[in-house]
């Protein structure tokens, strides 16, 4: 049991270095949506449940029910703060370390106001890319101090399909 205690809330280590660039930013925002995107989605929603009774395919209207309730329920919830911490031994994100050794490079998109987002990428394929928004934060300090630990993948200049898709859709 102490295994999957570890795996969900893991522990900071004792030392960690000097933490020299620090912020925080929202979990998620909440976009403001107008009637015509309720109205669609619910148009969406009926067809898919419609085709799912057709084909007498019951699992996929459940998860279908199932996706409605988890947007509803996160809907009518405020946004978490996390806290990302960038120092000498690693990077803390959401109370969850990250060392150098575990990172491949970084790339930093920064057109504002719609996209200011440090990107990190690991070593492991399986952990992907962790897009971390700046909020506040200088993009040239963040940049500058990482360069010492890892390399910066410079040919990234825009953001992926899966963020600029949400983004479009207000879904985020």
Do not use: C
Not at 91 to 108: C, G, S, T
């Amino acid at each position: 049991m102490k295994i999957l205690n570890d795996f969900f809330s893991p522990q900071l280590p004792d030392n960690i270095g000097d933490v020299h660039l620090e912020w925080n930013f929202k979990e998620y925002e909440h976009e403001a949506v107008n009637r015509t995107w309720y109205i669609v989605g619910a148009i969406v929603l009926a067809g898919l449940l419609a085709y799912s009774v057709f084909t007498a395919n019951f699992l996929f209207a459940i998860i279908l029910l199932l996706s409605v309730f988890v947007i509803i329920y996160q809907f009518f919830q405020a946004p978490r703060e996390i806290n990302v911490q960038i120092g000498e031994d690693g990077v803390i994100i959401d109370k969850r370390y990250y060392p150098y050794k575990e990172l491949k490079n970084f790339w930093i998109i920064y057109e504002p106001p719609v996209y200011k987002y440090l990107y990190i990428d690991f070593k492991s394929d399986i952990k992907g890319v962790y897009p971390v928004p700046l909020s506040d934060e200088n993009p040239l300090k963040v940049r500058e101090f990482l360069l010492k630990y890892i390399d910066e993948d410079i040919e990234k200049e825009e953001a992926g399909f899966d963020e600029a898709f949400s983004k479009l859709i207000k879904f985020r």
